[in-house]
């Protein structure tokens, strides 16, 4: 029976993450995983490459060699597994369920803040402050888009919250009820 990408995700990130943090080495393997999924979004022919059946299994042991250098024995681990077991596909989706258990673990929230005109940085961590006091959470991380449909006002969504406080929706509210 094939397991789905949700079920290997979850099971290869839950099992890495618990070892990281067994060892005392899950700050370490973060850091290492971001790397990884960079290099993974910069070169998205990489991993076509280690998937294509017309690419020989030496220069796939020789990109792999390339990925593993420098790395934790954790990682190496991970991906000499991944490429042993054919799911090297999958490699930047475990990456994806690592980085949310690590922000389960460190209390962390990541959010997108949508605006109609760009914050800067003091605005941004008094906003991620606020949110952090209203979600009970240690520290949030800001992605901010944009957009200048809403006129004016703040759109933040994370995982399981949005708080729409944009003029635009405002004025609809008001449209409604005048149109009631």
Known sequence: MALDKATISHRYGKALFE????QDKRQEVC????????VIQEEPQLV????SPQIGGQQKLAMLKTLQEGASQLTVNLLAM?????RIANLASIIDEFNRLNDEF????????????ELDEGQKEKLAAAFANVVGANKVVIDQ???ESIIGGVILQSQSNIYDGSIKSKLERIKRLLLK
């Open 19 to 22: 070892l990281a943090l067994e």
């Open 145 to 147: 888009v944009v957009d």
């Open 48 to 51: 076509l490459f280690m998937t």
């Open 82 to 86: 991944l490429h042993d077991y054919g």
């Open 31 to 38: 850091e290492e995983l971001n790397e990884l999924q960079k």
């Open 106 to 117: 460190e209390k962390t929230v990541r959010a997108t803040v949508t605006t109609a005109v």
